[in-house]
């Protein structure tokens, strides 16, 4: 199994910036994709971003498209999410993690099999 640590997160003013970090443990060999999600009060998980941990591919949902940056660090096993110009609608806690399989949709939470336990990220306007 593969261990995941959040960190990062806070309370920021609209236009600022945040960057969460996601450090994993244990079968990390077995890691083929690392994304982030995220969850806001009284609404379903949804993707945010996702990187490919060979090759770097990187996905992103359109409504951070821009304004957010996946990336990682293969020799700490860590993987980023910068995250600038926030919006208030931004705010929920936010999850990594991981697949050990091929997946050509990386959307899917039901496609993860490792979760972190969250960071907060609260955006006031």
């Known amino acids: 199994q593969v261990q995941l640590a959040e960190s990062g997160g806070g309370l920021v003013q609209a236009g600022g910036s945040l960057r969460l970090s996601c450090a994993a443990s244990?079968?990390?060999?077995?890691?083929?994709?690392r994304s982030w999600f995220r969850q806001a009060p009284g609404k379903e998980r949804e993707f945010v971003a996702a990187?490919?941990?060979?090759?770097?591919?990187?996905y992103y949902a359109d409504s951070v498209k821009g304004r957010f940056t996946i990336s990682r660090d293969n020799a700490e096993n860590t993987v980023y999410l910068q995250m600038n110009s926030l919006k208030p609608e931004d705010t929920a806690v936010y999850y990594c993690?991981?697949?050990?399989?091929?997946?050509?949709?990386?959307?899917?939470?039901?496609?993860?099999?490792?979760w972190g336990q969250g960071t907060q990220v609260t955006v006031s306007s």
């Open positions: 993690a991981v697949q050990s399989g091929y997946y050509s949709d990386v959307t899917k939470f039901a496609d993860y099999e490792g």
């Open positions: 244990g079968r990390i060999f077995s890691i083929h994709t």
């Open positions: 990187i490919r941990w060979s090759a770097g591919s990187t």
